[in-house]
């Protein structure tokens, strides 16, 4: 492209979170940067939508009171220029595993960029457990070296690549920086799913168990897989599609012929 992209920076953590900022300003050095981004945390909403949201002008572009998918939508159709290319991130945790891909407000913005014909990228951060938990972990700046240094390179390099003839987005998880760059890899979603659920005097606690294996030392999850790559130092880049796939079949055309309006 002759032209320096167009580019809408949103997120899930909030427009004040260090992640978010971070990104701003590399990405600032590749294209035009305007941020929409959620006025507080949206973590986990997947792509939950408002009928009308507040918007207030913001140093790095606007705050939106509402959720990352709404800030898609109203800074594609309303407060910025149109982009050539939606970013979102950076996410402080991992967004990994195709069970995770629904749940997650960052991926979920990137997938509304999608539904609207534009190329997007999901860009999270791997919070290691184990000597660092996510719950105690503090993020600096240059906590998320690796992560923008390889969101910075996909958004330079994609559009023009051709990357988005065939994938709408990129879901991108990198590991902590570990002085040079780490190597990248292009992955699957992991289908490791490991969820349960535990009751207690009318309380029930939702267990991702998962992460607690990997704090043990073991990664469920095959080569090839984001996971897998992530936790074993390299970034995970997934390229993906938003729309629902169709598996038809002669099963379900056998029933829904059976059906009395059918007879």
């Given at each position: 492209?002759?032209?320096?992209?167009e580019?809408l920076?949103?997120?899930?953590?909030?427009?004040?979170?260090p992640?978010?900022?971070a990104?701003?300003?590399?990405?600032s050095d590749v294209?035009?940067?305007t941020?929409?981004?959620?006025?507080?945390?949206?973590?986990?909403?997947?792509?939950?939508?408002s009928?009308e949201?507040?918007?207030?002008?913001?140093?790095?572009?606007?705050?939106v009171e509402?959720t990352p998918?709404?800030?898609?939508v109203a800074?594609?159709?309303?407060?910025?220029p149109y982009?050539?290319?939606?970013v979102?991130?950076c996410n402080?945790g991992?967004n990994?595993?195709?069970?995770v891909l629904?749940r997650?407000?960052t991926?979920?913005?990137?997938?509304?960029a999608?539904?609207?014909g534009?190329?997007a990228?999901?860009?999270?951060?791997y919070?290691?457990?184990?000597d660092?938990?996510w719950?105690e972990?503090e993020p600096d700046?240059d906590d998320?070296?690796e992560?923008?240094?390889?969101?910075?390179?996909?958004?330079?390099?994609?559009?023009g690549?051709?990357?988005?003839?065939?994938?709408?987005y990129?879901?991108v998880?990198a590991?902590?920086?570990?002085?040079?760059?780490?190597p990248?890899?292009v992955?699957?979603?992991?289908?490791v799913?490991d969820?349960?659920?535990t009751r207690?005097?009318?309380v029930v606690?939702?267990?991702?168990?998962?992460?607690e294996?990997?704090a043990?030392g073991?990664?469920?999850d095959?080569?090839g897989?984001?996971?897998?790559a992530?936790?074993?130092g390299?970034?995970?880049?997934?390229?993906?599609t938003a729309?629902h796939?169709?598996e038809?079949?002669q099963f379900?055309?056998?029933?829904?012929a059976?059906y009395p309006g059918?007879?």
């Amino acid at each position: 492209m002759d032209d320096p992209p167009e580019i809408l920076l949103t997120n899930d953590d909030g427009i004040d979170s260090p992640g978010f900022r971070a990104l701003h300003d590399a990405l600032s050095d590749v294209g035009n940067v305007t941020g929409v981004a959620p006025a507080t945390d949206q973590s986990a909403v997947g792509r939950a939508m408002s009928d009308e949201v507040g918007v207030t002008e913001h140093e790095l572009g606007y705050a939106v009171e509402g959720t990352p998918a709404d800030c898609v939508v109203a800074g594609l159709q309303e407060l910025g220029p149109y982009p050539d290319l939606v970013v979102s991130g950076c996410n402080t945790g991992a967004n990994l595993g195709a069970y995770v891909l629904g749940r997650s407000g960052t991926v979920s913005a990137a997938v509304e960029a999608a539904f609207f014909g534009v190329p997007a990228i999901a860009a999270s951060l791997y919070v290691p457990v184990g000597d660092v938990t996510w719950s105690e972990f503090e993020p600096d700046p240059d906590d998320y070296a690796e992560a923008v240094r390889a969101t910075r390179h996909l958004a330079e390099g994609a559009l023009g690549a051709g990357v988005f003839d065939a994938a709408d987005y990129l879901n991108v998880n990198a590991p902590m920086p570990d002085g040079s760059p780490a190597p990248m890899e292009v992955t699957r979603p992991s289908h490791v799913y490991d969820m349960d659920a535990t009751r207690d005097d009318g309380v029930v606690t939702l267990h991702d168990r998962i992460w607690e294996r990997m704090a043990e030392g073991d990664v469920p999850d095959p080569e090839g897989t984001d996971r897998r790559a992530v936790a074993e130092g390299r970034v995970s880049v997934s390229p993906l599609t938003a729309p629902h796939t169709v598996e038809h079949h002669q099963f379900l055309d056998a029933l829904a012929a059976e059906y009395p309006g059918n007879a």
